[in-house]
């Protein structure tokens, strides 16, 4: 059985920083793309970032870039994102999520990604 595990989320004031965790179980992340996806309050859920297993694939939405890094441990079967200079504005419930790709570079396709965690809240207020 497939699980992703979010942790690391937390009501922090602007300009700071979180990490987050993401576990996966029942898979091993060497064939897979993980992706970070957040939703607020009434809107879409959004693509941020994503991560391959092909060298080098690190791929950040516009609106993060600079402050958001994407990383994966694959002895760990752990993705993390590092969420720096946090906005109010990236107030969401945050989601990992995994397709299948054992070769290729990750995107932001939500429909494409068959697994998904349950979320980790990001509150950003002063």
């Known amino acids: 059985q497939v699980q992703l595990v979010e942790s690391g989320g937390d009501l922090v004031q602007p300009g700071g920083s979180l990490r987050l965790s993401c576990v996966a179980s029942?898979?091993?992340?060497?064939?897979?793309?993980i992706a970070w996806f957040r939703q607020a309050p009434g809107k879409e859920r959004e693509g941020v970032s994503c991560?391959?297993?092909?060298?080098?694939?690190?791929f950040y939405e516009d609106s993060v870039k600079g402050r958001f890094t994407i990383s994966r441990d694959n002895a760990k079967n752990t993705v993390y994102l590092q969420i720096d200079s946090l906005k109010p504005e990236d107030t969401a419930v945050y989601y990992c999520?995994?397709?299948?790709?054992?070769?290729?570079?990750?995107?932001?396709?939500?429909?494409?990604?068959?697994?998904w965690g349950q979320g980790t809240q990001v509150t950003v207020s002063s």
């Open positions: 999520a995994a397709q299948y790709k054992r070769f290729g570079l990750c995107h932001l396709y939500k429909d494409a990604y068959e697994y």
């Open positions: 029942g898979l091993s992340l060497d064939s897979y793309a």
């Open positions: 991560t391959s297993n092909t060298r080098g694939d690190f």
